[in-house]
């Protein structure tokens, strides 16, 4: 069969928690705001004293909420985070209309603009409870517009306050960001699904994919391999599905994606450059897996970097290997993006909600 390989990027230079751990209150829309919160995806506002933030707190907020997005080529955060104290919030309102919060209160500074807040919001039961065991946590909704969410993050004294955060903040983190997954969602989807290319992946590459409206598919000489790709400004969303023989439990492993991630790219993918092609980059960045499970299927998920060999282009690309039992296969679902000069963070959470809806049967 002869191979003929798709050169995407002739267009694309020619042109996109539970805190159940760490909580025992939780806030339920005891406000009523009028206004629509508003703000961009993965957004956070920090809502703290200026001694506070100042004194340690916004070295951990930068450590804890600002880490490093696993896995892109030029680092970007979790969130795109800003500080703010509460006047702000009184003088510009349009600040207490966004849609995620962290508030830090030490609640033995009686006279801080943010712990007089605090008093406000939560009940005194909770405000007694921190100042017994020195630490706690809260969730509210809503305060000043609909569709925010507000976590509390409270310590009796400033020492307790830092130490409690650098313990819940996975829970935290978790939280935010499954409230940003589901607004990613429907961004993702505003256009609907294209069944008919669902219905095209499942027939060749043997997964059930909901594809959003937008994707178009690449043309490939090819009998089980699957290339859609969506052009935003700036940038290439992508998706590669193939299927492979089930030989044995070691094609399961970080070497088994990669050989049939880097064959794919190999045949398929190249620039306008003769003798280029897609290979994944592990030597600059690693190549992290891990045994998961995607909709009920044992998978293999991996998240690195690639590249085109022998030319200058690169991206970051997220993988899923799952164990078709059914079939006697190994299903890999594959997004990447290319964005010259763009950030990538909030385009690969998009490709990710595509891919995650992978079933097999």
Not at 112 to 139: N, W
Not at 167 to 182: A, I, K, T
Not at 295 to 311: K, P, S, V
Request: hydrophobic share 40%; with cysteine.
């Amino acid at each position: 069969m002869s191979v003929s390989r798709y050169r995407i990027f002739v267009l694309v230079l020619a042109c996109c928690l539970g805190l159940a751990s760490c909580s025992n209150e939780r806030l339920e829309s005891t406000f009523q705001p009028t206004p629509s919160a508003f703000g961009q995806i993965n957004s956070l506002v920090v809502v703290a004293d200026s001694s506070t933030w100042k004194a340690g707190a916004g070295d951990s907020v930068a450590y804890f909420f600002e880490a490093p997005y696993i896995l892109l080529p030029q680092p970007e955060p979790i969130f795109d985070v800003r500080f703010i104290e509460p006047s702000r919030i009184v003088a510009e309102p349009t600040w207490g209309q966004l849609r995620n919060y962290v508030v830090l209160a030490d609640l033995s500074d009686t006279d801080s603009p943010t712990t007089q807040m605090v008093l406000q919001d939560l009940s005194d039961e909770k405000i007694q409870q921190v100042r017994s065991e020195g630490f706690g946590t809260a969730v509210a909704k809503n305060k000043w517009a609909t569709g925010q969410q507000l976590v509390y993050i409270l310590g009796k004294n400033h020492d307790e306050l830092l130490t409690g955060m650098s313990n819940v903040y996975p829970g935290v983190v978790r939280r935010l960001q499954q409230g940003e997954d589901e607004r990613m969602r429907v961004t993702t989807y505003f256009e609907g699904v294209n069944r008919r290319l669902g219905d095209t992946v499942q027939q060749l590459a043997g997964a059930n994919l909901e594809i959003p409206g937008g994707y178009v598919r690449v043309p490939l000489d090819a009998d089980s391999v699957v290339w859609l790709r969506k052009e935003v400004q700036g940038a290439s969303l992508n998706i590669m599905v193939t299927k492979v023989p089930y030989r044995s439990q070691a094609q399961l492993s970080k070497e088994g994606l990669k050989e049939i991630r880097n064959r794919i790219g190999r045949e398929y993918v190249s620039s306008t450059t003769n003798n280029t092609y897609m290979q994944i980059n592990d030597t600059d960045l690693p190549l992290f897996t891990e045994p998961t499970e995607l909709n009920g299927t044992y998978a293999i998920e991996g998240r690195g970097i690639w590249e085109i060999e022998n030319d200058f282009l690169a991206g970051p690309f997220v993988s899923y290997l799952l164990n078709d039992t059914t079939s006697n296969e190994l299903v890999l679902v594959d997004g990447f993006v290319y964005a010259p000069g763009r950030k990538k963070r909030d385009l690969m959470e998009e490709v990710v909600q595509v891919i995650r809806t992978a079933t097999v049967n």
